[in-house]
């Protein structure tokens, strides 16, 4: 005889039932065994610098890596993971033009072991560590790829500046042998007219030949200019450096449009402007979709010796009320206001959420150097301050009405007049909209690049022993 079942073994049954629907209906990347990581997202962030290749998991992972020739590959085995759907996107993320990755391979090496390869374009010296949970951030194991040898950036600028002189010599050149030639070239002559008829042929004086024009040769194309040093010193750098960029997007507007795009495309335009002049170069700290550590975007500036350094950001606040345009320059002590301070704590933030390999062994000596700013800078950096915000106050509203100081990192190269310079408040939907105007950003742009030119008119570089090798 059956007994019935008691009403707990009832409710544990059901409870088990429960227990396996839940399980039916989870997400496969929840299914793995115990201990195994699962995939929130991978990203690609390709550049001349470096590529980065970004792994984001629910928990952290660990990872080993070796270097193989004949091809260049570099082969990663990450441990306590699993072949899943979210790691095979990476096979769609490498891009044809990415400067490092010629292809990518995953795959299941062991259990709970998932083995990366990257067919390489060129010898690499690549980065991997992992960073904590920050922001909207979880876990992630980043693999950054530097090119072995990297490229001298004021010897590029050197080379620009060659290239601008000699396509603008051969412009003249080749319009003075148009001209040359229209000159020489022979009239037209008049039409003959028909012989009258006659009974007999009438005797006519022989057709003089037409005068015979020499033909001068054009001009034979202009050899390349070699740069001289007295060129070379009389080159004017500017380091333009757009805040943000990769896996930092700054700030967010209510559209949803990222600080990091939207300085970009006016570090574009603004370089475009500058390089106008015949004695300027921009040197950009990126110009692309990438992150840059704030010590590094210094020190892309020192090593072309730049004249000045300016950051572009667009500021966010708590409430959408808060508007206009700023600029920053150092402070050798306490900030300005406190408004300044926040802001500088915040832009001083985005390596925690770019991702910063501390790891580096240069990294702290670097950070020990931008601390012997000096009071020179930061004067000039305010004489520069001026004259930008002066120009910008002419396009719209300013949040301040003077250059406001703090300790921003990226301001902090001892020997390098510096600012920041917030263009408007990205969280303020109608000044979100303008930043997002192509007339807004034309204007921005010239008011930045008038600013520039009225600096240098009151405060000429000097020349400095810039070497050519």
């Known amino acids: 005889m059956s007994v019935p079942a008691q009403p707990s073994s009832r409710r544990s049954a059901l409870r088990r039932m429960g227990g396996l629907a839940l399980l ?140 601008a002189e000699r396509a603008a010599a051969q412009s003249v050149h080749d319009a003075l042998g148009e001209l040359i030639a229209k000159l020489d070239k022979p009239e037209s002559t008049a039409p003959t007219r028909p012989l009258p008829a006659a009974s007999a042929p009438e005797r006519l004086p022989a057709a003089s030949a037409p005068p015979v024009v020499a ?12 740069m001289t040093k007295q060129q070379l010193d009389r080159l004017i750098v500017i380091a333009l450096d ?16 990222k600080e990091k795009d939207v300085v970009l495309a006016i570090g574009l335009k603004l370089r475009d402007r500058l390089d106008k002049h015949p004695n300027i170069r921009v040197m950009m700290t990126r110009d692309a979709d990438f992150f840059v550590p704030l010590h590094e975007r210094v020190r892309k500036a020192r090593r072309v010796q730049a004249d000045l350094f300016v950051s572009l950001h667009a500021d966010a606040f708590f409430t959408p009320q808060a508007r206009g345009a700023s600029v920053f320059a150092l402070s050798d002590g306490a900030a300005s206001s406190a408004a300044a301070r ?20 240069d990294a702290s000596v670097l950070r020990t150097l931008l601390d012997l700013s000096t009071t020179a800078q930061i004067k000039d950096s305010l004489k520069l301050g001026g004259e930008v915000l002066g ?4 396009v ?52 930045i690049a008038t600013g520039i030119s009225r600096y240098f008119a009151k405060n000429p570089p000097l020349a400095r022993n810039r070497s050519l090798t």
């Open 24 to 163: 039916l209906q989870a997400p496969t990347q929840l299914l793995a065994g115990p201990g195994l990581a699962s995939i929130v997202a991978v990203r690609i962030w390709p550049a001349q610098d470096y590529t980065r290749i970004t792994i984001e998991s629910d928990r952290p992972l660990v990872a080993r890596h070796s270097l193989v020739t004949g091809p260049d590959r570099l082969v990663i085995d990450v441990d306590d993971l699993d072949l899943s759907p979210g790691l095979r996107e990476l096979l769609g993320k490498v891009r044809p033009d990415d400067p490092f990755i010629e292809g990518l391979r995953v795959g299941q090496n062991q259990p709970r072991v998932v083995r990366i390869v990257l067919d390489l374009k060129q010898a690499v010296a690549p980065q991997v560590f992992t960073l904590q949970p920050v922001a909207a951030y979880k876990h992630r194991l980043v693999l950054d790829l530097y090119p072995v040898q990297e490229r001298d950036p004021l010897l590029v600028l050197i080379r620009e500046k060659e290239a």
């Open 215 to 226: 033909q001068t040769p054009a001009p034979a194309p202009l050899p390349p200019p070699s």
């Open 242 to 257: 757009p805040g943000h960029g990769g896996e930092d997007p700054g700030a967010v507007g209510p559209s949803g449009l």
């Open 342 to 361: 926040w802001m500088a704590n915040k832009e001083n933030a985005a390596d925690m959420i770019g991702g910063v390999n501390t790891k580096v062994r």
């Open 391 to 394: 120009q910008i106050s002419r």
């Open 396 to 447: 719209g509203k300013l949040h301040k009405p003077r250059v406001e100081q703090a300790g921003f990192a990226v301001l902090k190269a001892p020997d390098i007049p510096s600012i920041l310079v917030e263009t408007a408040f990205i969280s303020n939907p109608e000044e979100e909209a303008k930043l997002n105007s192509e007339a807004y950003q034309a204007q921005l742009v010239e008011a």
